[in-house]
T-cell receptor, first 113, second 115 residues
């Protein structure tokens, strides 16, 4: 596609619910990143994929967070048993390589009530 | 220690004037990249400008220029001839290493352009 597509755009979850956030990167982009952006803050790194391999998951805040990219294209970020502190915007970015050209999606705003 | 520091939580500028947004960074890696992104209230992160650590000249992209002072580890964004549509959050970010890897962001500066 022309850009990075994220869905849903908004998600309201009751505390304790599981949620799944989808990222569809630019076609052919090898690398994919997930970020969490709390209100009024800069994005914080969560995890990084190169093709289908998850090379870095050091930013995932707890074992309730899980990400996958099984075919090296679409990625899903899953949050189990959501808590209020999970409320944030979740941004996905992809890049073809070379250390520049990071394109971000519009994000999913998750609100846990 | 923070890797990216943006010391200006908010900035105001008059329309048509120039404004400088500050960014300092911390890394021991000789190869790195510096980025500026704009985030309007709608939420998308819009790429503005990139500077590589080995680039000899300051980067420019239209009304945006990056004042890169390597010895001082600063990478300030200069916006010339501000427009009302420039009102947004601005983030400085760094990629360490020469290869494809994560960006580390600062806390951002909220720029307001007054008519």
């Amino acid at each position: 596609g022309a850009g990075v597509s994220q869905s849903p755009r908004y998600k309201v979850a009751k505390r304790g619910q599981d949620v799944a956030l989808r990222c569809d990167p630019i076609s052919g982009h090898v690398s994919l990143f997930w970020y969490q952006q709390a209100l009024g803050q800069g994005p914080e790194f969560l995890t990084y994929f190169q093709n289908e391999a998850q090379l870095d998951k050091s930013g995932l805040p707890s074992d309730r967070f899980f990400a996958e990219r099984p075919e090296g294209s679409v990625s899903t970020l899953k949050i189990q048993r959501t808590q209020q502190e999970d409320s944030a915007v979740y941004l996905c970015a992809s890049t073809p390589g070379g250390g520049r050209g990071y394109t971000f999606g519009s994000g999913t705003r998750l609100t846990v009530v | 220690a923070q890797k990216i520091t943006q010391t200006q939580p908010g900035m105001f500028v008059q329309e048509k004037e120039a404004v400088t947004l500050d960014c300092t960074y911390d890394t021991s890696d000789p190869s790195y990249g510096l980025f500026w992104y704009k985030q309007p209230s709608s939420g998308e992160m819009i790429f503005l400008i990139y500077q590589g650590s080995y680039d000899q000249q300051n980067a420019t992209e239209g009304r945006y220029s990056l004042n890169f002072q390597k010895a001082r580890k600063s990478a300030n964004l200069v916006i010339s001839a501000s427009q009302l549509g420039d009102s947004a959050m601005y983030f400085c970010a760094m990629r360490e290493g020469g290869s494809n890897y994560k960006l580390t962001f600062g806390k951002g500066t909220l720029l307001t352009v007054n008519p």
